[in-house]
């Protein structure tokens, strides 16, 4: 079994800046593809980034890109998401993922392929 706890998720103006991070404990060993997710009331759950565990390969859905950072701190076995130029329209729930398969190009947004979810951390962006 594989924990996530994410933190760090609030309330800031657009432009502004936040960082979430995901505790991972457990069989860490078998987390290969970790990613954060979000969902807005009434959209779909949308991939924001992942980043493969050993490989350290890194995608990032469009809309996010430029503006967010995806990392990993193996020592502290942390995921971080380091959020920039926020807008209102990043307003959602984040998760945390681990899947136990390689993060792939076309699948890595699928959230199907994750095995092991956090509960979730609130970000709102007011204009």
């Known amino acids: 079994q594989v924990q996530l706890v994410e933190s760090g998720g609030g309330s800031v103006q657009a432009g502004g800046s936040l960082r979430l991070s995901c ?16 969902q807005a009331p009434g959209k779909e759950r949308e991939g924001v980034a992942a980043r493969g565990r050993g490989t350290g ?6 809309s996010v890109k430029g503006r967010f950072t995806i990392s990993q701190d193996t020592a502290k076995n942390t995921l971080y998401l380091q959020m920039n130029s926020l807008k209102p329209e990043d307003t959602a729930m984040y998760y945390c993922a681990a899947g136990t398969q ?13 095995n092991y979810w956090g509960q979730g951390t609130q970000v709102t962006v007011s204009s």
């Open 57 to 62: 390969i890194i995608y990032y859905a469009d």
């Open 102 to 114: 390689f993060c792939r190009a076309g699948y890595w947004n699928d959230g199907g392929r994750y």
């Open 23 to 38: 505790a991972v404990s457990g069989y860490t060993y078998s987390t290969l593809c970790m990613a954060w997710f979000r």
